[in-house]
């Protein structure tokens, strides 16, 4: 019994290193340079510990326009690009022909570069003292006047970030959920066809709880996910987000590193775990509502 | 309610790109259910048997041919509008909901005046499953629930609507031997109970012809014979039906009719009368040999099975059509199976005759006055 023990450990030897030494100490590390007060990341010297990084970061005007920017973009993005994806692949395994044509095109955006798919965002959005782009020119078309969506109102502006946001993520989701619809027995269909089940009644009844842990699957990673939105934003609107507005937690924590003269790594570091505890938090009531709607 | 089929002919494109010939899995269907009977669709796998089942429930539209349940014409109706009930091969349960859930899910679909108050559908969903006697798993999921138990859940389900024709695809397939055999009886049961007209497929003769009324032989499509288990088996019409059923399966020969006389290699068996001199297929029932001293057929012995109430002499002859012979003769007769030759008399009733080519039934007459010697 204690030799198989000891073979169990060997062989999650290997994982267990690589976590340790490259997720669990980094993380413990963040944490101290979190409570380790005016650390100094050239002499290596702080003054003492305690909570005052904390307490600048969650007063810092900037941190909190870049709280409230992360929550609005996740809880825009994460129920509508996943009610979109469902709605895309629902049609998608309904349709017969030209079906792999349509997952193709879908999947596309999934392999492309996201810096050079936000340059053709801001291309279609921006508008200029010279040109408009395509999206205005359709709104002059319609007679309304046309909006600088990248360098405008901020909620322009954040329309477009949920915009690009929802389109990055749209085809992985597409992808698994048209194969979470495939794996499903057509054998419930027919059941249901027989017993003269409404479409709607099959769709909320049968398809969604018998894809359902694949949907919190997609809402539990799709909220991660969007929480640690930053590329994104500067693929839209440079990386001046804090003057933008249009800043994220990540986003946040990027600047207070690499900010001027060397940066402030104990007020990244903060914000890093609140970021951490945030998603934690939200991951858990997921999970917590996924235990009790997911069936088997 | 009767169950009428006219013609019924289903094909389905081909996937050979080479012949682009149309498969067809049903063929020219006719076929009349009487009001209330068991009737088992019986053939081997891919003979089109759950095909026909899906037409008969209006899952799939036959490409020619009609079907009418009574009266009334339902071929273009679909399947939710026939009123029928459908046990799947797989049961089909819907796993998040609890088996009261899955029984109640047929009667929350109507709507308008056919929708029925909440407790008037409770009470049909028990009653349903008082039927089937799982009214003490009410609650639980079908993930909780034993083989056996999820097949009566499924017919509680499909009888809950009250449907005028039960449908059941290989209702027995996903069972153990033990549990087939009482589901069988169950099955036979709740239908008497209902009475309401029930089809079920099955490659299983034994199944077949132990609950049915009415059995139905297909074969490629084709509907090989009707009738009751024990005339089908008795008097089957081709050599297919006859092979098909019964175990242990019949024992087939290479025979010829010399002047009216039936040989089996050298052996001349017994006089068949009205039977043209020709190469026939000689098919004969384990059950059909009777052990003799100086009986008619010669088989060099291969082994003697035990059974317990009977036993079986594994035999071999120059004229079999399979490598051995299997005969079953009383147990009181184990001690006088000789060791190298076996000689045996045959039943002239448990003989049938096959044209050679074609495999149809020839019909002859046997003397009865030596039957009854030998009896």
């Known amino acids: 019994m204690d030799k198989k023990d000891w073979k169990g450990w060997l062989y999650l030897l290997p994982a267990i290193l690589f976590l340790g030494a490259f997720m669990v100490y980094p993380l413990i590390d963040v944490f101290v340079y979190s409570v380790e007060e005016g650390y100094n990341s050239a002499s290596q010297t702080f003054f003492g510990i305690g909570l005052y990084n904390y307490s600048y970061v969650l007063r810092d005007p900037y941190f909190l326009q870049a709280l409230k920017n992360t929550f609005i973009l996740v809880l825009i993005t994460v129920p509508l690009s996943t009610a979109l994806a469902l709605l895309i692949s629902v049609g998608l395994s309904s349709i017969e022909k030209l079906r792999d044509l349509y997952q193709t095109i879908y999947f596309l955006p999934y392999v492309t570069n996201t810096l050079a798919v936000g340059l053709v965002f801001m291309i279609l959005f921006k508008k200029t003292a010279y040109t408009d782009g395509l999206v205005n020119l359709i709104l002059s078309f319609f007679g309304m006047t046309p909006i600088d969506f990248i360098d405008g109102p901020y909620w322009a502006k954040m329309f477009v970030l949920c915009f690009y946001t929802i389109w990055v993520v749209l085809p992985f989701k597409i992808l698994i959920l048209t194969s979470a619809l495939a794996s499903v027995n057509p054998d419930y269909y027919r059941a249901a066809k027989v017993d003269g089940t409404s479409k709607l009644r099959t769709f909320f009844s049968i398809t969604i709880p018998m894809i359902s842990p694949t949907l919190f699957y997609l809402i539990i990673t799709g909220f991660i996910g969007a929480f640690k939105v930053y590329s994104d934003a500067v693929a839209l609107f440079g990386t001046d987000l804090n003057a933008a507005e249009m800043n994220t937690i990540v986003g946040y924590i990027y600047d207070m590193l690499y900010g001027n003269s060397g940066g402030y790594p104990s007020f990244a570091s903060a914000a890093a775990i609140l970021l951490f505890a945030v998603v934690l938090t939200i991951t858990c009531i997921n999970l917590l509502i996924s235990k009790k709607h997911v069936h088997y | ?375």
């Open chain 2, 1 to 375: 309610m009767k169950i009428v089929v006219q013609n019924l002919t289903k094909t389905f494109p081909s996937r050979n790109k080479n012949t682009h010939e149309d498969v067809i899995a049903v063929n020219h269907f006719n076929v009349e259910i009487p009001d209330g009977k068991l009737i088992g669709l019986l053939g081997p796998s891919g003979c089109g048997k759950s095909t026909a089942l899906n037409l008969l429930c209006g899952l799939l539209k036959p490409t020619s041919g009609k079907i009418f349940f009574g009266d009334d014409d339902v071929t273009d109706l679909p399947a939710e509008n026939r009123g029928v009930g459908f046990v799947f091969q797989n049961y089909a349960l819907y796993p998040h909901l609890t088996v009261k859930q899955n029984i109640l899910f047929p009667l929350q679909n109507r709507k308008g005046k056919d929708r029925l108050s909440k407790k008037e559908m409770l009470e049909k969903a028990k009653e349903a499953a008082k039927l089937v006697q799982i009214d003490s798993l009410m609650e639980r999921k079908p993930s909780e629930l034993s083989g056996g138990q999820q097949q009566r859940v499924a017919i509680a389900r499909a009888l809950v609507k009250r449907p005028k024709v039960l449908l059941m695809d290989e209702p027995l397939s996903n069972l153990d031997a033990r549990l087939r055999l009482q589901t069988r009886e169950e099955i036979r049961r709740i239908q008497r109970e209902t009475k309401i007209t029930t089809v079920f497929v099955t490659h299983d003769q034994e199944e077949a012809m132990s609950i049915s009324d009415l059995i139905v032989v297909m074969k490629a499509g084709v509907i090989q014979q009707i009738g009751k288990p024990q005339q089908v088996y008795d008097d089957p019409s081709n050599l297919f039906v006859a092979t098909f059923l019964g175990t242990p399966p019949i024992n087939v020969f290479r025979g010829q009719v010399k002047e009216s006389v039936l040989y089996l290699g050298p052996d001349p068996i017994f006089p068949v009368e009205g039977v043209k001199d020709q190469e026939v297929s000689v098919a004969i029932r384990p059950e059909g040999f009777l052990l003799r001293e100086n009986g008619a057929l010669g088989c060099k012995r291969n082994a003697v099975e035990v059974m317990g109430r009977d036993i079986t002499v594994v035999s071999t002859h120059e004229a079999s059509e399979n490598p051995t012979i299997r005969s079953i003769i009383s147990a009181e007769n184990r001690e006088k199976v000789p060791s190298e030759t076996v000689r045996f008399d045959i039943k002239p009733n448990k003989l049938f005759l096959f044209d050679r080519e074609s495999g149809e039934r020839l019909p002859f007459k046997w003397n009865e006055r030596e039957e009854k010697e030998n009896g």
